[in-house]
């Protein structure tokens, strides 16, 4: 992992640099170079999922050739899950639902619908708390199991894909993910369909981003978003895009077996 090794070529210049301190060569004051450089590094990898920090996240297809891309939608279901899976079906389209298990208590049945439809259902854990970059291994671990298990129940089956909230990644994280087994998926388009509220921006920002092979983030939480979806089939029909399900994209199970 790209972390251990910045941990440890920071740890060995630390050492190098207490060592010329300690025999008076250069100010103790040095010391806090790598210490900065660690802080800065390991705060900013933790935003950027694409990174590969402290995990193997999918971000993209390999075939950067073909113009094919995938749909995502997070923290769902909700109230305006319905219109989207309309959008996806006038489209002949599957995407895929990261859901968070408190939502799909709340509307189990949408969940359900998801599935039967033929889209792809993965965990995103039961709270999506603003805290869960804090939290311990074993903490996440039952995030993931309890969402997991709510899904099976509903839909007879056990999703293998993950995506941290907010794509905010860690070693607690990575630890809980290696015991779990999820292939964890990132994106390579952040709509930031819950900050912009400008559906023309919005659009904007999503279209120029559009490349072959890419995973398109976007929120199932918003009319806004349902709104901008039905622009953007128009624009990738125009520009002979297909949008593909997620496990063909990165040719991985998206359920276990
Ligand atoms: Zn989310």
New binding site residues.
């Given amino acids: 992992m790209k972390f251990r090794i910045v941990n440890f070529v920071c740890l060995l210049i630390l050492g190098l640099l207490f060592i010329f301190c300690w025999q008076k060569e250069f100010s103790f004051w040095l010391l806090l170079i790598p210490i900065f450089f660690w802080l800065i590094i390991t705060s900013i990898s933790a935003f950027e999922i694409r990174f590969n920090y402290f995990l193997n996240a999918y971000n993209r297809s390999n075939n950067k050739v073909e113009k094919v891309i995938t749909l995502t939608f997070?923290?769902g279901p909700t109230e305006f899950t319905p219109r989207i899976l309309d959008i996806l079906e006038q489209n002949n389209a599957k995407a895929t639902f990261?859901c968070i298990g408190k939502q799909i208590e709340n509307f189990p049945k949408i969940l359900i619908k998801a599935h039967q439809s033929g889209h792809i259902i993965g965990n995103?854990t039961f709270h999506?708390s603003p805290k869960n970059g804090f939290y311990s291994a074993d903490k996440i671990i039952d995030e993931i199991e309890s969402t997991n298990a709510l899904i099976e129940s509903l839909i007879n089956k056990k999703t293998a894909l993950f995506r941290p909230?907010?794509g905010v990644t860690n070693p607690h994280i990575a630890k809980a993910i290696n015991s779990t087994k999820h292939k964890v998926i990132g994106w390579s388009v952040r709509s930031l369909d819950t900050v912009i509220e400008d559906e023309n921006k919005l659009f904007l920002r999503i279209k120029k981003q559009i490349k072959p092979g890419c995973i398109v983030l976007m929120?199932d939480t918003s009319e806004r978003t349902a709104n901008v979806l039905e622009q953007l089939f128009v624009f990738l029909q125009e520009e002979n895009y297909k949008v593909i399900p997620l496990n063909d994209l990165l040719k991985i199970e998206a359920y276990e077996n």
């Fill in positions: 997070d923290d990261f995103h999506h909230p907010f929120h």
